[in-house]
């Protein structure tokens, strides 16, 4: 498979990070770290968002998935992954830009943890005040 063309595309969510690549004439196998998605992403919804973007362009199956992921925890892995396959299906193929920004898929989630403020317990939880 190392001499097979593909297309790579980067996705990012909160602080997780896919590279995402696409090899062309496969059959639709989808690796993540070196695992089957199914033993990576266990829930169906992470599943179902990851594939969104193939079964929108209508190119799943066509292409073989190998995806390095790093970072964040699972749900946000899975929104960096679906970015990444949006990226690299428009470097494969530019008529697909149309159909992937209707759904909204080539927008990056600049959604992140904010920052602990000073004197709070979190970002915006005041320590409970007493009177006496």
Known sequence: MADTQYYEGLGRRKTATARVRLHTGGSGNFTVNDKPIQDYFCRNMDQFQINE??????????????????????????????????????????????????HGMLTRDARAKERKKPGLKRARKAPQYTKR
Do not use: H
């Not at 929108?56 to 396959?85: E, M, P, W």
């Open 53 to 102: 973007a193939l079964k929108v362009t209508g190119t799943d199956g066509r292409f073989n998935v190998t995806v390095k992921v790093s970072g964040g925890g699972v749900t946000g892995q899975a929104g960096a992954v679906r970015l990444g396959i949006a990226r690299a299906l428009l470097k494969a193929d530019p008529e697909y830009r149309k159909v992937l920004r209707e």
